[in-house]
């Protein structure tokens, strides 16, 4: 039963062949055998489940239907959930019961989904390999001592374990696209502003989305129509229609124009990823597709501009994380600057201090222009070189990360080499563009993303083609071994 | 020495909207303490704000009002600092692109002479919460119903030069946002609130001399006391040797002193960056008509048409058309009443001195616009005099109901008869027959001064009723006779 | 341009974070390696370029002024760590 896609499960489900509390239990068990090996899960929701299950079925019995009535699925738990701990992979809120649903997580129940728990991550969003959670690491299915990448690696982690068919990520800088790339899964990161930010705790405001992981492109489909649409809460949340993405999936993919940035073969790019990637696009033209080399001359400034205004951001947005109104509060404050000084000290871990400083310097007074403002321009740069190449071709492809999943601890002395697992993944953040992983293969027996990255609000075509590849290709079917 | 000071304001005013400028929460003042604080304004992880066009609508009415330019586009950023009334971290604020660019302001000074004030610009911003430092076992409590309330910043230019004018540049906006309708201008209330920068240079000097901050004035008087007080603070320094030091102070009305305030001792550093939760505001040309066409009639409009239709002077036209409600009141008084100049004179003197010894607004004033009018008609048509008048009014505020029914009530209907008032004369003429001695003894140049005794004692026996036209004339032939 | 250790004590202080003194150095260390990455940023020519806040450049939507939030104190205060008489209580604060 855990095999199941999402959309296999809506046909067993609409086919009365089991019901939803069944398969929640199924997962439930299976989770409680297994996560010990992954710590994929901070909290699991065994009571809301059941309930949301048997409330899914009694709709069902009552004549209701959708995809998502009575799925099984997780939020990454930097999403707000009512009366549950949403810790954001922090000891700072550690002891953070959400006052309030996100509007991902409100969608989706209403949608009739059955939420099994809160996925790992790295904290406040802050890393590729969930190394950084207050929680431990989250493990790889495909090699227990290889990071499941991150931020979103409990996510990536418990789908891929098949412990559930999908789960909800976020995606700051790829922390959707790379852990998927890293466990073989399709996630994908929408257009920003499809998905509403409201309850979705805040790493780099300008820069974050939500969005699916799932095993394929199929589901991302499915639980991205649940997850996406206009929010009046989210002043940056874009009014626009949201197509029927499941309907759009069959589409033929002849005389689609792909072009391959021949940036993105240059040194760093794991000789072994770079022969997938070629063999991914002979799939795809074998379909149809039209592929041609293009540029993006910017591209190799995204870092630095990234790692500038996601931690400028970031510094601003976790100042409200200060003791009083809730969260970690250190003991016996002497004076409200110890009482500032020692919670945040205490509740932050390495990589979210280093952040937090890296965007407070980057702000002060003298370093503005040279650092903020210089990163926003070449934001601008970045995003006019896609939207020249999108002149010539209807999508980008390329690797997702540039080597497949480290051993853990492999990184964790040089945080900047870490940084550069992003390069793939973060000019799409910083233009605002939908990008989605697909699996493409091995390398050691580790899993290996191609990337594709569309103009705004074309999700679909994103979805459309990763499912036609899906139906020619067999990598996505692929499960690591004891799972 | 001689010196000049030189004062800019900044003037925190609370915009009168519903709901709070990034939240539905209620702007009620008042309430128990965090009972108006909603997800938004406590800061938790995860929520986002969104604008609330009446913010906005009030901002770019009073940007028209001061005739600035309004910034079409104009971006909010976050001012990053802790403090616990400021549940973020940081304060949404607008930095580099303000809604309310350059504009300028006339106030008109006691001696009747008209003074430009420049706008350098006003913004919109949250305001904080409040600290409560009363003891929590120790400790401070945090109320969060103010957080979030829309404000507008104005700031002026360093163009006011002593303590009265800047005091009259507050009034003239407090008179201007409540004419406008987008601040209930309550300085008790903390509606209203000054900040001054106060610096001295020597006469003649051009560059400014080092300011400080005088941090939330909150009332007219203290504004003016508070800029004296650190003024004669400044020039003792400088004459003492001393050097003024650019920092933010509190003003003590009980000791009547400014200090430093300890929480601003070290340089803030406020890392402004546009806040990427919401993006830019962009105005209309069509939205900046429509508030235009809503625009009323502004205090210096009124003033000069105050002059020009009345034929009132500037000093008591700008006075009567300080803020709305009193210009109002005014011109019922005189749709009522006839005379504008006898209206003018009861508004603000009698009206005045009643309200003023009440501490109520002119909103709350005991006697309505329509009583006083209809006083002023029997002033008009002789029913009553003006010393008579000054009982009726008494009367009126005591609320024994109009004009009419007092006098009628009080039986205060002057008399007319000459042969009542002739009878009055002779009876005290008879009680004061030596002074009648000596006036007629007496040269022309006593007789004026003594001839007012007479008139006195007159009014007196007729309790005032007696026409003093008619006492005078009378009194003169019986004497004379 | 390297930080020096009381650069970063100064950015902490304004950051109000508590670090841990033995971790200094390895601090510093980290923010110069990071600032080493980013500093590359500096060689791109931008003259005449707008910076770009946010990817979509839309406007910003506005609300109607309405009140639509009620009292929750006693639920958002129940995750407070130290409330008293419905107020948040922070260490005594001097002006």
């Given at each position: 039963m855990h095999q199941m896609t999402l959309a296999e499960i809506a046909r067993g489900l609409a086919d009365k062949k089991f019901s939803s509390e069944e398969l929640t239990r199924t997962l439930l068990a299976r989770i409680a055998q297994l996560d010990p090996q992954l710590n994929s899960f901070i909290s699991l929701t065994e009571d809301l489940a059941l309930s949301q299950a048997k409330a899914a079925d009694a709709r069902r019995a009552n004549g209701e239907s959708g995809a998502l009535l009575g799925a099984p699925i997780a939020h990454k738990d930097l999403f707000c959930t009512q009366g549950i701990r949403t810790s954001c992979g922090s000891k700072m809120l550690d002891n953070f019961k959400a006052p309030y649903d996100a509007t991902v997580v409100a969608k989706l129940a209403a949608a009739g989904t059955v939420t099994l728990g809160k996925t790992n991550m790295d904290e406040f969003a802050m890393g590729s390999g969930n190394e950084s959670s207050y929680y431990g690491v989250a493990r790889n299915p495909w090699n227990l001592e290889h990071v499941p990448g991150g931020s979103s690696g409990g996510s990536a982690a418990a789908v891929a374990a098949r412990l559930l068919p999908a789960a909800t990520g976020t995606d700051t800088g790829g922390s959707i696209r790379q852990p998927a790339a890293l466990t073989n899964l399709t996630g994908l990161k929408p257009t920003y502003g499809r998905v509403s930010r409201w309850g979705m705790i805040a790493y780099a405001s300008s820069l974050d989305q939500g969005g699916p992981l799932a095993r394929t492109a199929e589901d991302c489909a499915l639980l991205l129509q649940g997850m996406?649409?206009?929010?009046?809460?989210?002043?940056?949340?874009?009014?626009?229609?949201?197509?029927?993405?499941?309907?759009?999936?069959?589409?033929?993919?002849?005389?689609?124009?792909?072009?391959?940035?021949?940036?993105?073969?240059?040194?760093?790019?794991?000789?072994?990823?770079?022969?997938?990637?070629?063999?991914?696009?002979?799939?795809?033209?074998?379909?149809?597709?039209?592929?041609?080399?293009?540029?993006?001359?910017?591209?190799?400034?995204?870092?630095?501009?990234?790692y500038v205004i996601a931690p400028a951001e970031a510094s601003s947005n976790l100042s409200r994380f200060d003791g009083v109104r809730f969260g970690y509060r250190c003991e016996n404050p002497k004076d409200l600057t110890d009482l500032y000084k020692r919670s945040r000290g205490e509740g932050f871990g390495a990589e979210v201090q280093r952040r937090i400083l890296v965007g407070a310097y980057a702000l002060s007074a003298g370093y503005y222009d040279a650092y903020y403002l210089q990163a926003q321009k070449i934001r601008r740069l970045i995003k006019n070189d896609f939207m020249a190449a999108f002149n010539e071709v209807d999508l980008i492809l390329g690797p997702t990360t540039p080597n497949p999943a480290w051993k853990i601890g492999a990184k964790s002395s040089d945080p900047v080499a870490a940084y550069l697992e992003d390069v793939y993944t973060i000019t799409a953040n910083l233009a605002g563009l939908p990008g989605l992983s697909m699996p493409a293969g091995f390398v050691d027996g580790l899993p290996v993303g191609v990337q594709l990255l569309a103009p705004y609000f074309q999700e679909g075509r994103l979805l459309n083609v990763a499912h036609q590849y899906q139906l020619n290709t067999d990598w996505h079917t692929r499960t690591p071994e004891g799972f | 020495m001689q010196w000049e000071v030189v004062i800019g304001l900044e003037i925190h005013t609370q915009l009168a909207t519903q709901s709070k400028i990034f939240s539905g929460s209620a702007t009620t003042f008042g309430s128990e303490p965090n009972t108006q604080a909603s997800l938004i304004d406590l800061g938790m992880p995860g929520v986002l704000p969104v604008l609330n066009q009446e913010a906005v609508r009030m901002a770019v009415k009073f940007g028209l009002a001061i005739d600035a330019e309004i910034g079409q586009h104009n971006v909010f950023a976050r001012k990053n600092y802790f403090y616990p009334d400021l549940p973020k971290g940081y304060q949404i604020s607008q930095m580099e692109l303000p809604i309310v660019g350059k504009g300028h302001l006339d106030i008109t000074l006691e001696d009747g002479t008209v003074k430009r004030i420049g706008v350098t610009r006003a913004h919109l911003e949250e305001d904080a919460g409040k600290s409560l430092h009363e003891d929590f076992s120790g400790a401070t409590g945090i109320d969060l119903n103010r957080a979030?309330?829309?404000?507008?910043?104005?700031?002026?230019?360093?163009?006011?030069?002593?303590?009265?004018?800047?005091?009259?540049?507050?009034?003239?906006?407090?008179?201007?946002?409540?004419?406008?309708?987008?601040?209930?201008?309550?300085?008790?209330?903390?509606?209203?609130?000054?900040?001054?920068?106060?610096?001295?240079?020597?006469?003649?000097?051009?560059?400014?001399?080092?300011?400080?901050?005088?941090?939330?004035?909150?009332?007219?008087?203290?504004?003016?006391?508070?800029?004296?007080?650190?003024?004669?603070?400044?020039?003792?320094?400088?004459?003492?040797?001393?050097?003024?030091?650019?920092?933010?102070?509190?003003?003590?009305?009980?000791?009547?002193?400014?200090?430093?305030?300890?929480?601003?001792?070290?340089?803030?550093?406020?890392?402004?960056?546009?806040?990427p939760d919401l993006l830019p505001v962009v105005i209309e040309n069509a939205f900046l008509d429509e508030v235009r066409a809503q625009l009323p009639e502004l205090p210096p409009q009124k003033r000069e048409r105050f002059q020009e239709q009345f034929g009132l002077s500037v000093y008591d036209a700008s006075v009567l058309a300080s803020s709305r409600e009193q210009a109002d009141y005014f011109e019922k008084v005189v749709s009522i009443g006839g005379d504008a100049k006898l209206a003018a004179n009861w508004v603000m003197v009698e009206l005045g001195s009643l309200l003023n010894k009440l501490g109520v607004d002119i909103d709350q004033a005991p006697v309505s616009a329509e009583q006083l009018g209809g006083m002023l008609l029997r002033i008009k048509d002789n029913t009553i005099s003006g010393k008579i008048a000054k009982m009726v009014f008494e009367a009126m505020a005591n609320g024994e109901g109009s004009a009419d029914e007092v006098i009628e009530a009080r039986g205060l209907k002057q008399v007319t008869d000459s042969g009542a008032i002739e009878k009055v004369l002779d009876e005290m003429l008879a009680a004061n027959a030596e002074q009648v001695e000596q006036y007629r003894a007496a040269d022309e140049a006593k007789r004026g001064k003594m001839f007012g005794f007479f008139v006195g004692q007159a009014m007196k026996a007729s309790k005032g009723k007696a026409n003093p036209q008619q006492v005078n004339q009378l009194l003169k032939s019986k004497l004379e006779g | 341009?390297?930080?020096?250790?009381?650069?970063?004590?100064?950015?902490?202080?304004?950051?109000?974070?508590?670090?841990?003194?033995?971790?200094?150095?390895?601090?510093?260390?980290?923010?110069?390696?990071?600032?080493?990455?980013?500093?590359?940023?500096?060689?791109?020519?931008?003259?005449?370029?707008?910076p770009l806040a946010h990817p979509l450049e839309a406007n910003q939507r506005l609300r109607a002024d309405a009140v639509t939030e009620r009292n929750h104190r006693e639920a958002y205060q129940s995750i407070a760590p130290a409330v008293e008489n419905g107020l948040y209580l922070v260490p005594k604060v001097i002006d």
């Open positions: 996406a649409g206009f929010d009046p809460q989210d002043s940056t949340s874009i009014d626009e229609p949201v197509p029927d993405y499941a309907a759009g999936l069959g589409a033929s993919i002849r005389g689609l124009r792909i072009g391959v940035p021949k940036e993105y073969f240059g040194a760093g790019l794991d000789p072994r990823i770079a022969e997938l990637i070629q063999a991914s696009i002979k799939e795809l033209e074998k379909l149809g597709a039209i592929v041609k080399e293009i540029s993006l001359p910017n591209m190799q400034h995204a870092i630095p501009a990234y | 979030g309330t829309p404000l507008l910043e104005i700031v002026s230019e360093p163009d006011m030069r002593s303590a009265k004018e800047a005091v009259a540049y507050v009034k003239a906006i407090h008179a201007l946002v409540r004419y406008l309708g987008i601040c209930d201008g309550n300085m008790a209330e903390g509606s209203l609130r000054c900040d001054c920068n106060v610096s001295v240079r020597p006469k003649g000097q051009v560059e400014f001399g080092t300011r400080c901050e005088i941090k939330n004035v909150n009332s007219f008087r203290f504004i003016e006391k508070a800029i004296n007080s650190e003024v004669q603070r400044q020039i003792e320094l400088i004459e003492d040797g001393g050097k003024v030091i650019q920092q933010t102070r509190l003003y003590d009305p009980n000791k009547d002193e400014t200090r430093a305030m300890r929480s601003k001792e070290e340089a803030n550093d406020y890392r402004y960056f546009p806040d | 341009m390297a930080l020096e250790r009381s650069d970063v004590e100064k950015i902490a202080h304004l950051a109000r974070l508590g670090l841990v003194e033995a971790d200094l150095p390895r601090t510093t260390e980290a923010l110069n390696s990071i600032l080493g990455l980013v500093d590359l940023m500096q060689a791109v020519d931008t003259s005449g370029i707008e």
